[in-house]
C-alpha cells in the first residue's frame, strides 16, 4: 500500500464549477499537509498548506485536513480554465529532515 | 530573484553514457532537494542536501546515482551508466531552512531521455 494515495483522475469540470480534489494516507505520523499545483512540463509550485487538522482558506482555494480519517481535500471555488493543472498532495512529519512524501497527482481540466 | 534554476532543461543520452544534471538553488537557500518523476506518476524523493552534507539518501538507487552539494557552485545529480528505465523528469527544489511546513520552491526539471 502506498503510504499517500490519489486518484490520478483525469477530471473534467465546467468553468464555474467546485472542484474537490483528495487524497488518503496511511502513516499517521504526517503533521504537514500540502497542496501543489503543476502545470505541464514545469515545476510544482505550492499553493496551500496546513498543519495538523482543521480548514485553511486562501481566495478560492479551501484546504481540509482530517488526521482522524487520514484524509486531506482541496476545494477549489468559481474554477477557472486557468487552473487547469495537475494538482499534486504532500506531506510530511514532524521532524526537521523528514522528506515531503507525494500523492500521484490528479489532473484537473476546467472547461470554458 | 532568480528562481530554481536547473541545467540541461533536456538531456539525451544513449545506454551506458553517463548523466549530469545541475541545480543552482534560490539566493539564499542551502537545501536541496532532488526528484524523480515518472511518466504520469507523482515525485519520488531521491536526496536531501545541505552545503557539503547528505542529510538523507534513502530515495536514491544503490547504484550508479551520486549526488553532491558543494561549497561553491551548483548541486549534481549524477547517473553513471544510465538505462531506459533513468527516463523521467528530475527535479530539484531548493528551501532556506529545514522542518516547519518546509516550504520547497521547485525548478523547472530537467527531462532525461536514455535512449
Known amino acids: 500500500q502506498k503510504e499517500v494515495e490519489q486518484d490520478p483522475g483525469p477530471l473534467s469540470v465546467p468553468e464555474g464549477a467546485i472542484v474537490s480534489l483528495n487524497c488518503t494516507y496511511s502513516?499517521?505520523?504526517?503533521?504537514?499537509f500540502m497542496w501543489y499545483r503543476q502545470y505541464s512540463r514545469k515545476g510544482p509550485e505550492l499553493l496551500m498548506y496546513?498543519?495538523?487538522?482543521g480548514n485553511k482558506e486562501d481566495g478560492r482555494f479551501t484546504a481540509q485536513v482530517d488526521k482522524s480519517s487520514k484524509y486531506i481535500s482541496l476545494f477549489i471555488r468559481d474554477s477557472q480554465p486557468s487552473d487547469s493543472a495537475t494538482y499534486l498532495c504532500?506531506?510530511?512529519?514532524?521532524?526537521?529532515?523528514?522528506?515531503?512524501?507525494f500523492g500521484s497527482g490528479t489532473r484537473l481540466s476546467i472547461r470554458p | 530573484n532568480a528562481g530554481v534554476m536547473q541545467n540541461p532543461r533536456h538531456l539525451v543520452r544513449r545506454r551506458g553514457q553517463e548523466a549530469r544534471l545541475r541545480c543552482s538553488p534560490m539566493?539564499?537557500?542551502?537545501?536541496v532537494y532532488w526528484y524523480r518523476q515518472l511518466p504520469e506518476e507523482g515525485l519520488k524523493f531521491m536526496v536531501y542536501?545541505?552545503?557539503?552534507?547528505?542529510?538523507?539518501e534513502s530515495g536514491m538507487p544503490k547504484e550508479r546515482f551520486s549526488a553532491e552539494f558543494p561549497k561553491e557552485g551548483p548541486s549534481i545529480l549524477r547517473i553513471q551508466q544510465v538505462v531506459r528505465g533513468d527516463s523521467a523528469a528530475y527535479f530539484c527544489?531548493?528551501?532556506?531552512?529545514?522542518?516547519?511546513?518546509?516550504?520547497?520552491?521547485f525548478g523547472p526539471g530537467t527531462r532525461l531521455t536514455v535512449l
Open positions: 527544489a531548493s528551501s532556506p531552512a529545514a522542518g516547519g511546513v518546509n516550504e520547497q520552491f
Open positions: 502513516n499517521s505520523a504526517f503533521q504537514y
Open positions: 496546513t498543519y495538523s487538522s
Open positions: 504532500a506531506m510530511r512529519d514532524g521532524s526537521s529532515a523528514s522528506k515531503i512524501i
Open positions: 539566493k539564499g537557500h542551502s537545501h
Open positions: 542536501l545541505q552545503k557539503e552534507n547528505i542529510i538523507d
